[in-house]
């Protein structure tokens, strides 16, 4: 007689709590999957350092999404590395820069065009996801991923031009 009333009651706690699980699952995972934008990546960057980003990354792999972002002063370069849903900053690392290291800035005479702006007229040529954007000797060297496919896309940052294009699979 007991067997009879514990096995109703087991299976009837088993599927309330199936329920309950199933919903926190459900809501957690709509509110974790949000990956923030570059944007927002490098205005955290900036709040940690005062300088310049000079290349934000976003890398995925099977364990965590991550930006890397590199920052750069007058004297150091750091290399930072956020969690691309909270946007928590993991690690972070310092050097000193050797004189030959070329100082971007944002008031560069040769840089008419902002990161933005590179990344629209990237955009223009192949729709997807930015996954990279670095400036490095006058070029915006933009990563886009669509699929099974990437591309690798240079903007010249003077005049807004793109100077090649690349596409490859995925591997």
Do not use: C, W
């Amino acid at each position: 007689m007991k067997k009879i009333i514990l096995i109703p009651a087991f299976v009837g706690v088993l599927g309330v709590g199936a329920v309950i699980g199933s919903t926190t699952l459900l809501t957690g995972d709509a509110e974790e999957k949000k990956v923030l934008t570059m944007q927002e990546i490098e205005k955290k960057a900036l709040a940690v350092v005062n300088g310049t980003v000079a290349d934000i990354e976003f890398d995925q792999n099977r364990n965590r999404s991550i930006y890397e972002v590199e920052v750069q002063t007058e004297t150091e370069e750091y290399d930072l590395k956020f969690d691309a849903f909270t946007g928590k900053l993991l690690k972070q690392k310092k050097e000193l820069r050797d004189m030959d290291d070329h100082y971007v800035t944002s008031t560069n005479k040769t840089t008419k065009i902002t990161k933005e702006q590179a990344i629209e007229k990237a955009l223009t040529k192949v729709k997807g996801t930015v996954t990279k954007i670095k400036l490095d000797d006058g070029l915006y060297e933009i990563e886009i991923k669509n699929g099974q496919y990437e591309y690798e896309i240079d903007v010249d940052s003077s005049t807004g031009d793109i100077i090649s294009f690349e596409q490859d699979i995925e591997d």
